[in-house]
T-cell receptor
């Protein structure tokens, strides 16, 4: 099955800094999603982005399907951005496979 | 749209008993649902794929007799943990595909159920 790798595993930022999270996947995909898991465990869907670029406020994401990677950009980070960010990918007929996540800590 | 609910959100049970977790698609019909398990500080691991009206497909290493999955309708899938043991304590999350949505491969996730076995 498909392999999903995320980097870095941990990221510590000062409030206001920008960051880039990376997701590599081992094969072509039909779907790639980015999630933020809140302290209660709920997965917040950030982006559905099998290819191309999308932006939502201070967050944006880019997936380069031909090179099998996706990037999540967080600009002007806030303490509320802290938590675990997951990327997950799937091929048609299968379920989303998750990377191990990036734990982001933003301090004021 | 595309809301998935789970019930209960938290459950504590005694070792040896069985626990049922419900996953519902509230505003769409889900022919396919998925069950994941997440241990503390780890990622989500796929347990099984549930298709309405047919037997679930389990991932390697997941005991199908211990984790019973029933997808009896287009809006409900249930996971029953039978003869629960403390090592089954975990966070269980379901998700669903919306085949009639604009994004047929997008998975919508429930809020999760935290199971503690004492």
């Amino acid at each position: 099955g498909i392999q999903v790798e995320q980097s870095p595993p941990d990221l510590i930022l000062q409030e206001g800094a920008n960051s880039t999270l990376r997701c590599n996947f081992s094969d072509s995909v039909n779907n790639l999603q980015w999630f933020h898991q809140n302290p209660w465990g709920q997965l917040i869907n950030l982006f559905y982005i099998p290819s191309g670029t999308k932006q939502n406020g201070r967050l944006s994401a880019t997936t380069v399907a031909t090179e099998r990677y996706s990037l999540l950009y967080i600009s002007s980070s806030q303490t509320t951005d802290s938590g675990v960010y997951f990327c997950a990918a799937l091929q048609a007929g299968t379920a989303l496979i998750f990377g191990k996540g990036t734990t982001l800590s933003v301090s004021s | 749209g595309a809301v998935v609910s789970q019930h209960p959100s938290r459950v504590i049970c005694k070792s040896g008993t069985s626990v049922k977790i419900e996953c519902r698609s509230l505003d769409f019909q889900a022919t396919t649902m998925f069950w994941y398990r997440q241990f503390p500080k780890q990622s989500l691991m796929l347990m099984a794929t549930s298709n309405e009206g047919s037997k679930a497909t389990y991932e390697q290493g997941v005991e199908k007799d211990k984790f019973l999955i029933n997808h009896a309708s287009l809006t409900l899938s249930t996971l029953t943990v039978t003869s629960a043991h403390p090592e089954d304590s975990s966070f269980y999350i379901c998700s669903a595909l919306n085949p009639s949505g604009a994004r047929i491969y997008e998975q919508y996730f429930g809020p999760g159920t935290r199971l503690t076995v004492t």
